[in-house]
């Protein structure tokens, strides 16, 4: 049986066909435009990347495609009239910022404890809840649309299957996301929904990851997810400590714990990792580098490099080891030191120093993030000795090796490098019986160099950021 797997990220939509017994065919691929209305805003068209979605439908029936799996962005979300199937408001996208200012009241009214415990996840704008009350405070008619019963708040996966199947309904590890749902009974909590001022009544329904979750233009939809759990579930994450990081727009780590709720007092976050039909709710916990292939995107617009394979290779020593350091808070910075007000900078510049330099160390500090992060995760759970990799980033097999390096375990690279698609696909087959064809090659990359001083020099160099930040001057 032929499955058209659809992974509807940050900066693309891209569809691929997975059979018994081809290897995965890309038959679609399109990007959509990044809007930036003001500092800090970070918007999607939300009909530009419906009209993707169809075109993809239409490519996977094309190719032969039976049933089909859909993976969301995350944390991005916004509002729509379900009666017209119209979006009210623009995407508003996870790196979004502009409610900062929310979070920081919240927390001055001492809410930031309780919604830790109830739904695992700290009070920033990276999460849905603050960007889904803004979308309610600013859409045309909000209040009317809800009396009527017509007002949906959600994630954009949400918007999606709605306008395309006509069933409002989001998957149990999207939800997670959006610091509105319970992380114990995996349902909406009337107290957050409070809280965040976002009406319950508004929200879709919670299902599960895979099952019988509608029909798309002729194609059952069979799974429906989280990019980075799918990416998760795509390398075959199915015991505890397992570890994959995504290295796509930004860079994920999730580390699988299992069915027992984790403990909700951790700078990491715990969520939800899937949930399959009939089976009991997956843990994990995740730590996340807000920009990773954009910052590196950034830096080609900056003519800093020409094009990605100038980083094919890294040069030796490090550009940290010879005392240059970039962090990479374009966007902040997430685990385990949740600050949004942060700012990107590099340190220890000279004369010498060159364009190539500079995108090479911001490549290293997207690492050295990363290292920070597992060695959160590792204060609740032990990470493997093995960890699995994929997205943009790891084309560098530089990258990889500094990476191998930073984290002081091996790195393991699949050469197919779409494990979100892979992911979706696999949950998609689950529900038929049937197989898809998963030969597909590894390379490891092994610590050749420990980099304990330079983790000490990025740390003297973060801190130093965060310090610079100021909200207002």
């Keep these: 049986m032929n499955m058209l797997s659809i992974d509807q990220s940050t900066s693309a939509t891209t569809a691929y066909l997975f059979s018994e017994r081809d290897a995965p065919q890309l038959i679609y691929s399109k990007t959509h435009r990044q809007i930036y209305p003001q500092a800090s805003w970070v918007e999607h068209d939300p009909i530009e990347i419906l009209n993707n979605i169809k075109s993809a439908v239409a490519a996977g029936k094309l190719a032969g495609a039976e049933l089909v799996g859909l993976a969301n962005q995350g944390e991005s979300c916004l509002a729509w009239d379900t009666k017209t199937k119209q979006p009210l408001s623009s995407i508003i996208v996870w790196q979004d910022t502009r409610t900062s200012r929310t979070c920081q009241l919240l927390a001055e009214r001492g809410h930031a404890p309780f919604v830790q415990n109830r739904c695992g996840l700290r009070l920033s704008p990276y999460f849905s809840a603050t960007k889904l009350a803004w979308c309610y405070q600013n859409a045309e008619n909000a209040d009317q649309l809800l009396t009527e019963g017509r007002l949906r708040l959600g994630t954009t996966d949400a918007f999606f299957r709605d306008v395309l199947t006509d069933r409002c309904e989001t998957d149990v590890a999207t939800a997670s996301r959006t610091s509105l749902m319970n992380l114990d009974s995996c349902r909406w909590d009337e107290e957050l929904c409070d809280i965040f001022s976002v009406p319950l009544a508004a929200l879709p329904e919670i299902g599960d990851c895979n099952g019988e979750l509608g029909e798309i233009d002729g194609l059952r939809l069979s ?188 790195v393991e690279l699949a050469d197919f490098s779409e494990q979100t698609s892979l992911g979706v696909a696999l949950l998609a087959q689950e529900t038929t019986g049937e197989t898809i064809n998963l030969n597909i090659p590894t390379r490891h990359f092994t610590p050749t160099h420990n980099h304990a001083q330079s983790r000490k020099a990025f740390s003297k160099a973060r801190t130093l950021v965060e310090n610079w930040a100021v909200p207002e001057i």
Excluded: M
């Excluded at 204060?379 to 980033?393: E, F, R």
């Design 223 to 410: 799974s429906s997810i989280v990019d980075q759990q799918a990416a998760l579930y795509g390398h075959g994450c199915r015991l505890r400590g397992e570890t994959k990081i995504t290295f796509g727009t930004g860079a994920f780590a999730l580390t699988l714990l299992g069915p027992q709720k984790p403990d909700t007092s951790t700078a990491a976050v715990p969520t939800v990792a899937w949930q399959k039909q009939g089976e009991p709710v997956q843990y994990a916990l995740e730590g996340g580098v807000f920009t990773a292939a954009s910052a590196v995107n950034w830096a080609k617009d900056a003519a800093l490099i020409h094009d990605f394979s100038q980083l094919e290779t890294f040069s030796k020593p490090s550009l940290i080891e010879q005392g240059i350091a970039f962090v990479p808070a374009l966007s902040g910075l997430g685990c385990p030191h949740w600050n949004e007000d942060a700012k990107a900078a590099w340190l220890g510049l000279s004369l010498s120093t060159s364009r190539q330099d500079l995108a090479q160390a911001v490549c290293e500090g997207v690492a050295l993030r990363v290292a920070e992060i597992l060695d959160e995760i590792e204060t609740k759970c032990p990470v493997s000795s093995v960890v699995k990799i994929d997205g943009g980033l790891t084309k560098s097999l530089g990258f990889c090796q500094f990476l191998a390096d930073v984290l002081q375990r091996t």
